[in-house]
């Protein structure tokens, strides 16, 4: 059954009635969880400010000028720009300077003076660390010393959550399609409190690992499977402003991450707490139907009968027969007729060089996207000023960034709010590396500017892409853009942690990949208010198409969400952020 023909059951029992209002906003809901839980190792995996344990009881400590301070008061002492070492005597006499990733044992220990030119001998960690404990009481690196030569270990939660999110999309796209949404919106919702529980109650870093990797699956799985489920209930005419604002719930789980980091500094708690949110969904999903469309797909007529009625009578609408409306043989399996459609490989994407180029540039505008957009978030911590401010307003600028592609994308077209935003992000880049440190108020202002112009960019990046492609290869060609889109995910936490080489290195990396996907989407054809192309021959020639649909058909949401649910196939792995 074609998406075409289902939209006449939209016709008869309501587009956007209150059915699917509640519908939208129960599955809506749990976009805040999935936010949620890819941003909570902005503050979950910091590593404070600290100094090597000394291996004795202290009775004296001895910083530069300063020798009434206790020992753990260094991480102060650090933060505060010094890049030194904190001598301290035992009780026993022994004199220690104490540095970051090593501790040195003086020979003379006459007298306790900060400068000091004789022999001593360093000693490695063994003993631990002291910690900074004035901004975090513990996070994930100080529970299992994931610094010095540990700290590769930290630089890796972000990362595996990312390749666990690829993962998931692939996988539960594939169980929703042979299982049904219903149950699978079910089990990954309550994988989503199960392994959160999990991760905040590991006894060691590989469990903790173990559980935030299935963790990202489940909440990928959710973001994908969540998407088709509800664009198959909502109706054509108001599923372009519901797909993009699917995204908005995503943003507010960031707003909750930085408003729980800053009131529970304690990481095991502030993981507990934020893997509560997703109990609603769980209380109340069990109510949720599955869609009709799945159900006909599987020749279950008289069951998707009863969800139509359902949906009519939420609607105070009159409900129609599936049989008489889209001629149906009670007898047999319904919408067979898809199976001799023939599938297409990647290499249908380079189907000539005009389409090559055009994969290229598209996969380059996905990849920006996404780096762009972890990068902003993850390095919201080092602009300067309060941690958690910084994160919240990021996130809330994501906000209206979804509303100004909903009204700008039909007003002026995709392509040019494309390379306005792409610019926009370049630009903000450029200006955060030329602001000094201590006017940190104005980088931190810049950065919403480009958190709000990737966002904007980010969010029409889906639509526009299925328009660009044939209907033979829409669906694969939205899948590749996010598996390219997931591969920026992985590497956007490394970008920000080669910060510690040049602290604008993430400022660098995505103002250039940004400048350069604005630069060639330039060449790529506007798709507003221009027919889907069937073929590639009218794909090829979207440059030149300049008839308007006059019912204005918004066609990518159509085919993202409803084209035989081609958007949930294990090939289209992540219709999420």
């Not at 021959?537 to 058909?553: F, G, H, I, Y």
């Amino acid at each position: 059954m074609g998406s075409r023909h289902f939209e006449l059951i939209f016709d008869h029992v309501g587009h956007y009635g209150r059915f699917q209002k509640v519908l939208y906003l129960i599955c809506a809901f749990q976009n805040i969880s999935c936010g949620i839980h890819y941003l909570a190792s902005v503050f979950m995996g910091v590593a404070p400010y600290h100094v090597c344990r000394p291996p004795g009881n202290v009775s004296r400590v001895v910083f530069h000028n300063h020798s009434n301070w206790s020992l753990e008061d260094s991480g102060a002492l650090l933060s505060s720009g010094h890049k030194d070492y904190v001598a301290v005597q035992l009780q026993n006499g022994e004199i220690w300077e104490l540095s970051r990733c090593s501790r040195s044992k003086r020979e003379n220990t006459s007298s306790l003076d900060y400068e000091y030119t004789g022999s001593k001998k360093e000693f490695p960690c063994v003993d631990g660390y002291i910690y900074d404990q004035n901004k975090w009481k513990s996070t994930a690196v100080t529970q299992w010393n994931l610094v010095c030569d540990r700290k590769w270990l930290a630089m890796l939660i972000q990362p595996l959550f990312m390749f666990g999110v690829l993962l998931g999309s692939v996988t539960f796209g594939y169980f929703a399609d042979r299982l049904g949404r219903r149950v699978v919106l079910w089990a990954t919702s309550s994988g989503m409190f199960l392994f959160g529980i999990a991760a905040a109650f590991a006894a060691d870093y590989y469990t903790f690992m173990a559980a935030r990797f299935f963790l990202a699956m489940v909440a990928s799985g959710y973001l994908v499977v969540g998407f088709v489920y509800v664009m198959e209930f909502i109706g054509m005419k108001y599923r372009t402003w519901a797909s993009v604002h699917m995204h908005t719930f995503f943003a507010a789980g960031t707003l909750l991450v930085a408003l729980t980091g800053y009131l529970v500094r304690t990481w095991w708690l502030y993981q507990m707490i934020l893997s509560t949110v997703t109990v609603p969904f769980i209380l109340c999903c069990w109510v949720l139907p599955e869609t009709p469309l799945w159900l006909l797909s599987e020749g279950r007529y008289e069951e998707a009968q009863k969800i139509v009625d359902i949906i009519a009578k939420w609607n105070r609408t009159s409900s129609c027969k599936l049989s008489e409306l889209l001629s149906l043989d009670l007898q047999g399996p319904v919408g067979n007729s898809p199976a001799e459609v023939q599938k297409h490989n990647l290499s249908y994407l380079f189907y000539n060089w005009s389409i090559a180029t055009r994969t290229l540039t598209v996969w380059l505008i996905w990849f920006t996207g996404s780096l762009g957009f972890y990068s902003f978030s993850l390095n919201s911590i080092n602009l300067g000023g309060n941690e958690y401010l910084n994160l919240f307003l990021l996130g809330v600028v994501e906000i209206p960034a979804y509303t100004f592609v909903c009204i700008a994308m039909d007003k002026v077209g995709r392509r040019t709010v494309l390379v306005f935003a792409l610019f926009c992000s370049a630009l903000a880049c450029g200006v955060i590396m030329v602001i000094p440190q201590k006017h940190y108020v104005l980088g931190v202002a810049t950065a919403m500017v480009g958190k709000f112009a990737i966002g904007a960019a980010f969010g029409l990046i889906y639509l526009y892409t299925a328009e660009l492609y044939p209907t033979i290869v829409r669906s694969l060609a939205v899948g590749s853009g996010s598996m390219v889109c997931r591969l920026a995910s992985i590497l956007a936490p490394f970008s920000v942690d080669l910060r510690s080489i040049w602290i604008f290195i993430p400022q660098v990396f995505v103002g250039t990949m940004a400048f350069l996907s604005g630069v060639l989407t330039l060449k790529l054809p506007e798709t507003l208010g221009k027919r889907l192309a069937s073929t590639w021959e009218e794909a090829a020639k979207l440059e030149s198409e300049n008839e308007r649909n006059s019912s204005k058909l918004l066609p990518t949401t159509n085919n993202i969400g409803l084209e035989k649910t081609e958007a949930i196939t294990p090939r289209d792995s992540g219709l999420g952020e």
